[in-house]
């Protein structure tokens, strides 16, 4: 049979008594430190108004926009039936199960909170978390595939990989091409956008970037990617990412249009 066997990878880094640490949390905890240095650095480089308190309470913010967020949205479009009658599953991040859908949502509410709060610009706000978020997607892509999870539809190409909980069938390692296109290529294209003056003059400008280019990678990848068991498929081939990430350009494409007409005038 093709296929490359999957690697010998625990995806507990290492555990104290009873306690784990998981690739899949330390990934989150990463892409958070990584993320509140880089906002740092570049409101002191482009001096964009914050102070040192501001951006530590704004982490904090977005920290819980991102776990309540992801949690709910889980459960909300993709835990089922199960979820909801055993809710304390919620609280098991250690385990998986976090939607990017849910957890921007939920990023999205937390900056917009706390712009209010501070008086501060939301849009910038977000150009701020949208540049570095990339990277944390690159980063809980990888722990997808060390936890053995959200892998791809069986396949014939030469990098197929036998996944144990995919029956040992060679499959797209759709996490691998997510970690690519969703976070290391959009990683580079924000931030090489961000180098030009006109574009963080218009404010939202890269937010909208993200979230169009987001939802354009992300249902031309579910073509790779296994569609959740207890969803299948709707209306005969379309995955939930993808009918989640069709309104992600449409409120890309409007916002979009309207900073672009604003920044014009």
Known sequence: MIGLDFPDISPIIFSIGPVAVRWYSMAYLIGIVFGWLMINRNVRKNQLGLDKAQIEDLVFYLTLGIIIGGRLGYAMFYG????????????????GGMSFHGGALGVVIATMLYSRKIKYSFLRLTDLVVLYAPLGIF???LANFVNDELW??????????KFPSGGFLPRHPS???EA????????????CLW????VREAKGLVSVLFII?????RIALEQFREPDAQLGYFFGSITMGQMLSVP????????GWGILKKFKA
Request: charged letters at 15%.
């Open 80 to 95: 089922g039936r199960a979820m909801w009658l055993q809710p304390w599953h919620l609280l098991e991040i250690w385990k």
């Open 139 to 141: 980063l809980g892509r």
């Open 152 to 161: 791809g539809r069986v396949a014939n190409v030469p990098w197929a990989v």
């Open 175 to 177: 996490q691998l091409y």
């Open 180 to 191: 690519f296109f969703e976070g290391m290529l959009m990683f580079v294209i924000l931030n």
């Open 195 to 198: 180098q030009f003056k006109k």
């Open 213 to 217: 280019l987001y939802g354009c990678f």
């Open 248 to 255: 992600l350009i449409v409120v890309g494409l409007i916002v």
